[in-house]
């Protein structure tokens, strides 16, 4: 039989050693794959894209299951020829007035083949980065989804990853999506 102090020290192990058991992310075979963020589970229907639930180019067409400090945050569908989603999935929770994030903007290490799965803010050859849109007058990065969208701090900044965004135009990018966000 085990003693209160042997169970509190199982206890205790068990919480300090889950925690860093590792949660990857990486560019998933099927959209279904994280389906959680699509509407009844079901992937939209996208003229030679996506089929069902099969994308028909599939060295071109990469879903990701956006993942920021190991918890999945959203799906994304990208076009790595094109470094441009085609769209991203998210479940809204409601606008907050919480403060836009000031946070550098991140990319997904897994269309580059590294080491890790975690969003970081490095220049990579598959998707966008900051020199896409450095001294662009007419467009800059718009969320597909937008920060204030999301509920939580971590939510938020993990929507600023290049994977996410489209060349938007300034006029039109420069309106507020969300009546209560403070612009930082």
Request: contains cysteine; hydrophobic residues 30%.
């Amino acid at each position: 039989m085990m003693t209160t102090s042997s169970r509190m020290w199982c206890f205790l192990l068990f919480t300090v050693i889950l925690p860093i058991v590792p949660t990857l992310t990486e560019v998933v075979s099927s959209v279904s794959d994280c389906n959680e963020f699509l509407l009844d589970a079901k992937p939209p229907e996208i003229p030679d894209i996506l089929n069902g639930n099969n994308i028909l180019d599939q060295n071109r067409y990469k879903p990701i299951c956006q993942t920021y400090r190991n918890s999945k945050k959203f799906l994304t569908l990208y076009d790595i020829e094109n470094r441009i989603p085609v769209f991203s999935a998210y479940k809204y929770t409601g606008e907050t007035t919480q403060k836009r994030p000031e946070t550098p903007w991140m990319i997904e290490p897994q269309l580059e083949d590294r080491d890790t799965n975690n969003m970081r803010d490095e220049k990579y050859l598959n998707q966008a980065c900051d020199y896409d849109y450095k001294d662009n007058k007419d467009y800059n990065r718009g969320h597909l989804f937008p920060a204030c969208h999301a509920k939580d701090p971590n939510d938020k900044i993990s929507t600023f990853t290049f994977t996410n965004i489209v060349p938007q135009a300034i006029t039109f990018n420069s309106g507020r999506i969300c009546s209560d966000w403070i612009s930082a």
